[in-house]
């Protein structure tokens, strides 16, 4: 397949999960769960595991070192906007704009 490419952009905006386009018009209409940022593109082989039969694999299981930031959108008790980044890098963010759900169990 083909590789992805582009260009790193620094900046201070945040980062919308769900959320696009001018004025944030575009919205995701169903649930998001278990977000990984990496600093390279994974093989094949990661991404198997990661999906492994369906069963799924936590992030920080596969490619670990080139993990930047996990959040498996697990929260800190029913009504938490917290998103707590678990690749220790201490990239914990917040809900905004959205329905905090209830937590899952993984």
Avoid: H
Wanted: glycine content about 16%.
């Amino acid at each position: 397949g083909a590789k992805a490419t582009g260009t790193t952009i620094a900046g201070t905006d945040a980062t919308k999960i769900g959320r696009g386009g001018i004025n944030d018009a575009y919205t995701w209409p169903g649930n998001i769960d278990e977000v990984a940022f990496y600093n390279v593109v994974l093989d094949s082989g990661a991404i198997s595991d990661l999906y492994n039969s369906g069963q799924g694999a936590r992030a920080n299981t596969v490619s670990s070192s080139a993990l930047v930031c996990y959040l498996d959108m697990e929260c800190n008790g029913p009504g938490s906007t917290i998103v707590k980044d678990l690749s220790g890098n201490d990239l914990s963010g917040t809900l905004t704009s959205a329905d905090p759900g209830t937590c899952g169990a993984g």
